[in-house]
């Protein structure tokens, strides 16, 4: 693709040779965005596009801001790798900047990962696509067609068994027919620990199943409250990493923040509320109250729920 080197790795290309591909979104292309991007064009960074085929993987929305401004070249980084790369790059990019996905966008493109790479775990998946690992479960068991692996790949870059059952009784199979195995070796051919296949091997030696019987069941309890304090006051919820990894967390911390109200803060307003307006304001407090129990309510429904299933 002819272009004009401008930076270290980065190349002025003209915008008429360059393809839309990569479409993530349910919706068509946002003017109003382009048109703000267009007061910054200059400020923003270069498009990603697949160096193989011209393809934009991330920028379509400042191609649009160029032609809008009458430009006929863009910035551009070349990505050099397959179609699949090219795809996760450019899911990767439009969740962690621009203008975001919408959460069915998302999820919608997780299917679509799943169909590509079965073998990444649910937290590897929810990483790239700006969700929960619990979504991705749900979409996975979800889509009847995404093939299943027996391992899946980690965060970590390593490979771990879907259901150990499985793999150790494949690894007892294996230790059988070949007894004098090493155990790194017959590890490293099963993506697994070698201290997984010591274990199967004594366990086999010993007359016992290579299947491990029995679980630990672990019941989540809530997280203790400070001496004095009410059960939530010594929790920020502007800096907790639990609920800022969800998609929509800061908005969730930043609506709490909101909301909240500390004790007795409203006793100052009693007297200067207008006659007329009592009424009005007992049924809004009222109402409002309503809203928290019920909130509170779905919580405990859930937390109950999800002690139950890991017992």
């Given at each position: 693709?002819?272009g004009q080197?401008?930076?270290?790795?980065?190349?002025?290309?003209?915008?008429?040779t360059?393809?839309?591909?990569?479409?993530l979104?349910?919706?068509?292309?946002?003017?109003?965005h382009a048109?703000?991007?267009?007061?910054?064009?200059?400020d923003?960074?270069?498009?990603?596009?697949?160096?193989?085929t011209?393809t934009v993987i991330?920028?379509?929305?400042?191609?649009l801001a160029a032609?809008?401004?009458?430009?006929?070249t863009?910035p551009?980084?070349?990505f050099?790798?397959?179609?699949?790369?090219?795809?996760?790059?450019?899911?990767k990019?439009?969740?962690?900047h621009?203008k975001p996905?919408?959460?069915?966008?998302?999820?919608?493109?997780?299917?679509?990962l799943?169909?590509?790479?079965?073998?990444?775990?649910?937290?590897?998946?929810?990483q790239?696509?700006?969700?929960?690992?619990?979504?991705?479960g749900?979409?996975r068991k979800?889509?009847?067609?995404?093939?299943?692996?027996?391992?899946?790949l980690?965060?970590?870059?390593?490979h771990?068994?879907?259901?150990?059952?499985v793999?150790?009784?494949?690894i007892?199979?294996?230790?059988?027919?070949?007894?004098?195995?090493?155990?790194?070796?017959?590890a490293r051919?099963?993506?697994t620990?070698p201290?997984?296949?010591?274990?199967?091997?004594?366990?086999l030696q010993?007359?016992e199943?290579p299947?491990?019987t029995?679980?630990?069941?672990?019941?989540?309890?809530?997280?203790p409250s400070r001496?004095g304090?009410?059960?939530?006051?010594?929790?920020?919820?502007?800096?907790?990493?639990?609920?800022?990894?969800?998609?929509?967390?800061?908005?969730?911390?930043?609506?709490?923040?909101?909301?909240k109200i500390k004790?007795?803060?409203?006793?100052p307003h009693?007297?200067?509320?207008p006659?007329?307006?009592?009424?009005?304001?007992?049924e809004e407090a009222?109402?409002?109250a309503t809203?928290w129990?019920?909130?509170a309510s779905?919580?405990?429904?859930?937390?109950?729920?999800?002690?139950?299933?890991?017992?």
């Open positions: 693709m002819a080197r401008v930076a270290d790795g980065i190349t002025d290309v003209r915008i008429e360059l393809k839309l591909g990569i479409l979104r349910f919706d068509e292309e946002d003017v109003e048109q703000s991007l267009a007061c910054r064009l200059d923003c960074p270069p498009i990603l596009v697949d160096q193989s011209a991330d920028g379509a929305h400042r191609v032609r809008l401004l009458g430009r006929e863009i551009v980084r070349y050099a790798g397959t179609r699949e790369e090219a795809f996760v790059e450019a899911v990019a439009n969740v962690a621009g996905l919408t959460l069915a966008e998302r999820e919608a493109a997780a299917i679509k799943l169909g590509m790479h079965e073998d990444w775990s649910n937290r590897l998946m929810a790239v696509c700006g969700l929960s690992d619990k979504t991705v749900r979409l979800s889509t009847a067609e995404v093939p299943q692996s027996s391992a899946r980690g965060r970590d870059g390593r771990r068994p879907v259901d150990t059952r793999l150790r009784n494949e007892a199979t294996a230790l059988r027919a070949q007894p004098d195995t090493k155990a790194v070796d017959l051919s099963m993506r620990s201290s997984t296949v010591r274990d199967v091997r004594k366990r010993s007359g199943d299947v491990r029995g679980r630990t069941v672990r019941v989540v309890k809530p997280l001496a304090e009410g059960k939530n006051a010594g929790v920020d919820w502007a800096s907790d990493r639990a609920i800022l990894s969800l998609p929509g967390g800061v908005g969730f911390a930043e609506w709490l923040a909101q909301t004790p007795r803060q409203w006793e009693i007297s200067e509320i006659l007329g307006r009592i009424p009005q304001l007992i009222k109402s409002r809203e129990n019920k909130f779905s919580l405990e429904e859930r937390f109950k729920y999800l002690n139950r299933r890991s017992v």
